[in-house]
């Protein structure tokens, strides 16, 4: 069974996963198995995801990025978004 994702958690990218810039200007998640288009506020999730900054902290960081946001609403997003690239392996975590 998986663990969970908690507050405490650090994640970073999982073995074998990247993230490479395309023409147009996003990013994309270059897996083991496949690309992930990074769109939005996923780029920026992806690039707080370095093994050292715990969930919180990555959720303080997208609440100050987007200020006028509901921040249950980034939560439930940020949340959500890292649980399924924990999912898919693109993340681990300590």
Do not use: W
């Not at 994640?11 to 994309?28: A, D, H, I, M, Q």
């Not at 959720?59 to 946001?69: H, I, N």
Request: neutral net charge; proline residues 4%.
């Amino acid at each position: 069974m998986m663990k969970a994702l908690s507050h405490a958690s650090r994640p970073r990218l999982g073995t074998g996963c990247r993230v490479r810039k395309v023409e147009n200007g996003n990013s994309v998640l270059l897996l083991p198995e496949g690309i992930l288009q990074l769109k939005g506020t996923a780029a920026e999730i992806i690039q707080l995801c370095d093994g050292e900054r715990t969930v919180a902290d990555i959720l303080q960081a997208m609440q100050a990025l987007y200020p006028s946001a509901d921040p249950k609403q980034i939560e439930q997003e940020t949340e959500s978004f890292l649980n399924r690239l924990v999912e898919r392996r693109a993340v681990d975590f300590q």
